[in-house]
């Protein structure tokens, strides 16, 4: 279904809708009553023939500014175009503005359709695809802009959050390693903070491979005592 009480159709009979032109009016008739009851009878049958007019013809009285065939030409194909963009965009109110944009649309540019290229439905449908598929990706990448926004700021304060908590554990492990035997804090910086194997620490020291492993094993189990006291439990262990 076309839409409902918001619908282009209705708003039609609010100036605020369409933009300002000039509009024809119909010559005076001596005396009011008659005057009033002749416009009302060519109101009636300028709705007949527009009703009995074909496509071109009612585009043609677009052309020339009458809103009452602008009228009869939503109320032609705005079913059928307000379906095509529901099912494009799936959100009716998306749809319904994109409605309003494709026959205000033909108000303003009336002289773009021709009726040797096609119907004018299948020319509205033309219309009502290119703008709701312009509709489409403008939302998919506000939603893709919005989702990287978020996630970068979720990043930046993770990022953030990590860096205090590196800092913090750094400082800890500083101080823990100062309070070990010194063979044991030597054996362990070589090993972990200068990447070495067993092996190579127990050239270094000049020390037998046992006893450097037996010296890290007990550093390390200091280390990992003192830190779960200070709240970091779990972060040192033998690799």
């Known amino acids: 279904m076309a839409p409902g009480p918001t619908t282009l159709r209705r708003r039609l009979a609010r100036e605020p809708l369409l933009p300002p032109r000039h509009r024809l009016v119909a010559p005076p ?14 109101s009636v049958v300028m709705a007949d023939s527009l009703r009995q007019a074909s496509d071109a013809a009612v585009v043609v009285a677009i052309g020339r500014w009458r809103q009452d065939a602008l009228a009869e030409a939503y109320r032609r194909h705005a079913g ?26 033909l108000w303003n540019q009336p002289e773009k359709f021709d009726p040797e290229r096609g119907s004018l439905r299948a020319f509205l449908l033309a219309q009502t695809h290119g703008r709701s598929v312009d ?14 926004d978020a996630r970068q700021t979720a990043e930046s304060g993770y990022d953030i959050e990590r860096e205090v908590m590196d800092l913090s554990m750094a400082d800890q492990v500083n101080e823990v390693m100062a309070t070990l035997p010194i063979d044991e804090r030597r054996a362990i910086e070589l090993a972990y903070f200068g990447g070495h194997t ?17 010296r890290i094993r007990s550093g390390l189990r ?15 262990t033998e690799s």
Do not use: C
């Open 29 to 42: 008739v001596v005396g009011a009553s008659a005057g009033a009851i002749g416009n009302e009878h060519q």
């Open 80 to 105: 059928a175009v307000f379906a095509l963009s529901r099912r494009l965009l799936i959100d009716p109110g998306m749809a319904e503005e994109v409605v309003q944009e494709v026959f205000l649309r």
């Open 135 to 148: 509709v489409l990706r403008a939302e998919t990448s506000r939603r893709r802009r919005e989702e990287r």
């Open 198 to 214: 067993y092996r190579q620490v127990a050239v270094m020291l000049d020390q037998p491979e046992g006893t450097v492993k037996s």
């Open 222 to 236: 200091r280390m990992r005592d003192q830190l779960s006291d200070a709240g970091v439990s779990g972060a040192w």
